[in-house]
């Protein structure tokens, strides 16, 4: 009687713990609730894929570069976003940028602006835009926050970004 | 005889089944017991817990602990143009739990209406024996009371700063009724 009752007991233990590991992403927000200083991002809201589009030397190690991209936002809102930025390189392959770009709708309707700051490595960056809008519409949500953001790029200049909401 | 001998051998092989029974329910008690302490180690373990649990989601980001906590205030401000105002800021912290450093910089604060700013600005972090230091510039905005931003470091230390080179700080914080403000930085890997 003990021992199935043991045996019942560690079977519901398992469970649970399986349950919180193998769960949804609510998860990463139970498990850190214990560390105060830890943040949590969670999911990005926003996923593109671009290109460079052209670039020009405009002095010692700076390059003005343009880019062009469609993506995805909060899952269904289809937007474009070009820009252009200035390129620093600090050599070994370091590079910091900065610049601002367009936002729109794919309908053309709505646009948010964004001013960006990013570092990488040549094909990896980490960024930071800071976004402005005055619609009142699906491209609301963007007006005055802060976004971080990860791009995959390659030699021919195409890339991939995600974009997370910095709260 | 056969017959008590078969008794003997059936008892035998009843005490043999039970010592088989009770070893594998030992082995079992073990396991449980081991898994059990695996993953009370990987819930309840260090900060490196949150990447283990975290491998599953493969679009989520978990930043850990901050890299930079810190306390300051703006020390000057003068408008220079319309919704346009300049700032110069001071603060004190501590860097990866143990490193004293002091921050100072200037930065220009661009007014959206209802209380939102849009800033954009430079400094200067040195370590507090004077003997490091790496620039940076940074974005944030901000809506009266809390504030994220981004900054990204440039340092040709080769020291406790050189970890700060062309690495991207993310930051949050709030600032007080007096001025003052506390912030929070993470490093964006």
Do not use: C
Request: hydrophobic share 35%.
């Amino acid at each position: 009687m003990n021992t199935k009752r043991f045996t019942i007991s560690i079977t519901a233990g398992i469970a649970v713990m399986l349950l919180l590991i193998g769960g949804t992403g609510t998860n990463t927000i139970l498990f850190n609730v214990g560390y105060a200083q830890t943040a949590t991002l969670g999911e990005p809201f926003f996923v593109e894929r671009g290109k460079v589009t052209g670039q020009k030397e405009i002095g010692p190690n700076r390059t003005q570069f343009t880019f062009a991209s469609n993506g995805t936002m909060n899952g269904n809102i289809e937007v474009t976003n070009t820009g252009e930025y200035v390129s620093v390189s600090k050599g070994n392959n370091l590079v910091y940028d900065q610049g601002q770009g367009v936002i729109k709708t794919k309908d053309g309707s709505e646009i948010a602006n964004h001013t960006f700051i990013e570092v990488g490595n040549g094909t990896d960056f980490q960024g930071a835009s800071a976004f402005s809008t005055n619609s009142t519409g699906k491209l609301s949500f963007l007006n005055n926050i802060l976004v971080i953001y990860k791009i995959d790029g390659d030699e021919s200049g195409n890339y991939a970004g995600t974009q997370w909401h910095w709260k | 005889m056969r017959v008590h001998n078969g008794i003997g051998s059936s008892r035998r092989y009843l005490q043999f089944t039970e010592s088989i029974s009770k070893m594998n329910k030992k082995r079992f008690t073990i396991s449980i017991t081991a898994g059990i302490a695996v993953m009370l180690l990987l819930i309840g373990g260090t900060g490196a817990t949150t990447i283990l649990l975290n491998t599953a989601h493969a679009q989520s980001a978990t930043l850990g602990e901050p890299i930079f906590v810190e306390k300051g205030a703006d020390t000057v401000q003068r408008e220079i143009g319309p919704n346009r105002t300049h700032y110069t800021f001071t603060s004190n912290g501590t860097m990866n739990g143990n490193i004293e450093y002091h921050k100072t910089g200037e930065y220009v604060s661009v007014s959206k209406g209802n209380n939102l700013t849009f800033d954009q600005g430079h400094g200067v972090i040195t370590t507090k024996d004077g003997s490091e230091t790496a620039n940076y510039t940074l974005i944030d905005v901000f809506n009266g009371t809390d504030f994220q931003g981004a900054s990204a470091y440039s340092t040709n230390s080769t020291g406790k700063l050189s970890f700060l080179n062309n690495m991207l700080g993310i930051y949050k914080g709030e600032t007080e009724e007096s001025g003052n403000f506390v912030l929070r930085e993470w490093h964006w890997k």
